[in-house]
């Protein structure tokens, strides 16, 4: 089994910046991408980005040039860097992995709790 453990989400302004911390652990072999989801109130969760062991990323088109993800293989940890936050990047982002890329963009083996990020003046 994995866990994950997301940090990092709170309360900022439009235009701010925040950066989440996703930690896995247990038996973290099986893993080879992680990556993240969000949920808006009244809405679906939709994937934000991922990112594969050898580094190939999927950037959703919303937040492309603004999010960026990367990872820390010798902390096991990935992160999102969000810059120029707005109103509408307001939900709870999930931490996810999976054996490849592919898994956790279909459909995820591993879920952290989730993490609160809200965006408002």
């Known amino acids: 089994q994995v866990q994950l453990v997301e940090s990092g989400g709170g309360l900022v302004q439009p235009g701010g910046s925040l950066r989440l911390s996703c930690s896995a652990s247990g038996t973290i072999f099986s893993i080879n991408a992680m990556g993240w989801y969000r949920q808006a109130p009244g809405k679906q969760r939709e994937l934000v980005a991922v990112?594969?062991?050898?580094?190939?990323?999927i950037i959703a088109d919303s937040v492309k040039g603004r999010f960026t993800i990367s990872t820390d293989n010798a902390k096991n940890t990935a992160y999102l860097q969000m810059n120029s936050l707005k109103p509408e990047d307001t939900a709870v982002y999930y931490c996810?992995?999976?054996?490849?890329?592919?898994?956790?963009?279909?459909?995820?083996?591993?879920w952290g709790q989730g993490t609160q990020v809200t965006v408002t003046s």
């Open positions: 996810a992995a999976g054996r490849s890329r592919a898994v956790v963009v279909l459909r995820p083996e591993y």
């Open positions: 990112m594969s062991e050898a580094g190939n990323t």
